[in-house]
């Protein structure tokens, strides 16, 4: 059952918003109460594709000390973040910033996290969509866990899209693309790499190299599905 306790409801004008333009189910596109915290109805909560698992360590994931996954990139999962990424829909990040949270408080082991870093996208990238993905999940987890979220990396060069390549080819494709803007806003600390979707570990591992080559203590990452599993 949802447990929506931590959330502030939708406010006066959101609500009367609502009556015209329904909230929907970000998985069924079933219509919601106009109080709803999130979107997302009982039905399909109960049947996500759940991983599971807590931190686990992820010896095909260089530089990263563990990685949790929410979600089971299958099914209604995969069709809502592709619709967040692709079709503009930037709105269901907060819902899945709050799954991730339901599924994190399932398991025992929390680190303590002093910074949610989100993976970066290139600014023609972002450009073009309109946002970056990863920043709206990472900045809505930073509000319900109350940790500070920093934009600390940057992507340097645009690259190809990695869906179609091999692991090597990503993690080639990736080289010296990704910096931390400023060294002295990771130094010691203990980092929350945050992503939508991991496959074969490239990106995160470029991200967490360069956070750790710019002085971070130690760096777990936080998806909200798995793919391949």
């Known amino acids: ?7 502030k409801g939708p406010g ?3 609500r009367l918003l609502r009556l015209v333009y329904p909230e929907k189910c970000i998985f069924c596109g079933a219509i919601l ?5 999130i979107s997302t109805c009982e039905p399909c909560y109960a049947c996500l594709p759940r991983y599971g698992r807590g931190f686990e360590r992820a010896p095909r994931i260089p530089w990263i000390n563990g990685l949790f996954a929410s979600f089971i990139y299958e099914d209604s999962v995969e069709q809502a973040i592709q619709a967040m990424k692709f079709f503009g829909r930037p709105r269901a990040a907060g819902t899945f910033a709050f799954l991730m949270w339901d599924e994190l408080d399932k398991h025992p082991f ?3 996290f002093d910074l949610i870093v989100p993976v970066p996208m290139h600014r023609r ?3 073009s969509r309109g946002y970056n993905q990863s920043e709206i999940v990472g900045q ?4 319900i866990l109350n940790i500070p979220v920093v934009n600390a990396l940057t992507k340097t060069r645009h690259t190809k899209p990695q869906s179609l ?7 080639k494709n990736l080289e010296n693309s990704i910096k931390v803007s400023d060294p002295s806003v ?3 600390l203990n980092i929350l790499l945050v992503d939508d979707v991991v496959t074969t570990g490239a990106t995160l591992s470029t991200c967490a190299q360069a956070l750790h080559e710019a002085g971070a203590s130690w760096i777990f990452a936080a998806v909200i599905a798995i793919a391949g599993k």
Do not use: I, N, Q
């Not at 809505?140 to 509000?143: M, P, T």
């Not at 390549?165 to 993690?171: A, C, D, G, N």
């Open 140 to 143: 809505a987890l930073g509000r």
């Open 1 to 7: 059952m949802l447990k929506t306790d931590c959330l």
């Open 165 to 171: 390549s091999s692991r090597e080819e990503r993690l």
């Open 186 to 188: 990771v130094d010691g």
């Open 110 to 112: 929390m680190p303590d």
């Open 33 to 37: 109460p106009e109080t709803a915290k």
């Open 125 to 127: 990238k972002k450009m």
């Open 12 to 14: 006066f004008h959101e």
